[in-house]
């Protein structure tokens, strides 16, 4: 089984890019063989295991612009079954080529299909916009993994999201699946995240994931020393919810 799964948003800080390399680790860990692939120009990805932007040849942005074939921007980052492709967009410019090249849709399908048959897990993690590049991403992918927090204002656009995702769905990737809902950097403490958590499963249901990601220091601090929560502290809270949430993907599947 392969599959690729866009984690998208329109917000950022939401946790989409901690999603991304926490999941896939997690996955790697479960034996599943992981890619992800940054399409954010913002190259967090890279950035989270400390590689430097100037130093990484090839990007997804080298393989669009300049036609290099994927298999060049792979970057093992020394972690089994897990390898990545940067961003590669190194300035402003670049970031608008990007904006520019990507407004075929089909396109980041395309150059992903060879890596199917390679890959367990191919995983996108977006930028925190609707625009030409998460269109790529929604077109190419086979199911979508939105991260939310239990705030007042983020389920309201969660509702507007899921309508314009359909939208764009429909009419270039009818199989298109929610893969679902995922709670991130949730605090029983504060005042009402319980009660908006409650009606989130009244209204999605199964949609939503059972597994709920915690705010926790260890998940905050891992893109500081340059390593997933996992080979910081496998032991911690942030840890162990990523390794619930692999397991809870995989028995969906
Ligand atoms: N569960 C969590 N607990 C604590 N901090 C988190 C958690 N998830 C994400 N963060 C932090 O929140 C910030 C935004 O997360 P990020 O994954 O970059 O969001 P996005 O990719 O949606 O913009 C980052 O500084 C990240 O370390
Ligand atoms: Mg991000």
Redesign the pocket.
Known sequence: MSKIIAIS?QK????????AINLGVSLAIFQKKVLIVDLDPQG?IAASFHLDEFKVQYGLFQVIKDKTPLVMAITDIGLDNFEIVPSGVRDDEDEMDLFAYTLQPELLKSILKPLKEIYDFIILDCP?SLGSITQNAIVAADSILI?VQTEYYAIKALGKFLKSIRKVAREKNPALKLEGVLI??YEKRIKNSHKIYNDLKCSLKNLVFETV????SK??EA?SVGKPVALLDVSSV?SISYLKLAEELLNRN
Do not use: E, F, H, L
């Open positions: 948003s950022g800080g939401v946790g989409k890019t901690t999603t967090s925190p991260p991130t950097m990601i915690p705010r926790n998940i905050a893109p942030g």
